[in-house]
């Protein structure tokens, strides 16, 4: 399966505006929908948010609900995440996936390739 390919990451200013895009070729068998992950410097990856296939569902970090909203096309492999209110501790390496599921009450994937992610700066 090919990598996603994420877009539309940049430097904002505090309380500013992103809006990201992420094509990816397929669905994952057993896969809940499509979501997002980010990296910080020095910490681990993290969940940020999910879109069902269906469209219907969507769950997000505490961290970001209010502020993020994620979005599909209801006919392509095509995810996105409108970032508003953005701080500085959003500054990281955001990346899509097309396999995300939940395991207890943590969103993880089911496969473990990435893709190359687009770099969010916030400055304050």
């Known amino acids: 399966q090919v990598e996603p390919v994420e877009s539309g990451g940049g430097l904002v200013e505090a309380g500013g505006s992103l809006r990201l895009s992420c094509a990816a070729s397929?669905?994952?068998?057993?896969?809940?929908?499509m979501g997002w992950f980010r990296q910080a410097p020095g910490k681990e990856r993290e969940f940020v948010a999910v879109?069902?296939?269906?469209?219907?569902?969507?769950d997000y970090a505490d961290s970001v609900k209010g502020r993020f909203t994620v979005s599909r096309d209801a006919d392509r492999f095509n995810v996105y995440l409108q970032m508003d209110n953005l701080k500085p501790e959003d500054t990281a390496v955001y990346y899509c996936?097309?396999?995300?599921?939940?395991?207890?009450?943590?969103?993880?994937?089911?496969?473990?390739?990435w893709g190359q992610g687009t770099q969010v700066t916030v400055s304050s």
């Open positions: 996936a097309a396999d995300l599921r939940k395991v207890g009450n943590t969103w993880s994937r089911i496969n473990s390739f």
């Open positions: 879109i069902s296939w269906s469209g219907g569902g969507t």
């Open positions: 397929g669905r994952t068998f057993g896969s809940y929908g």
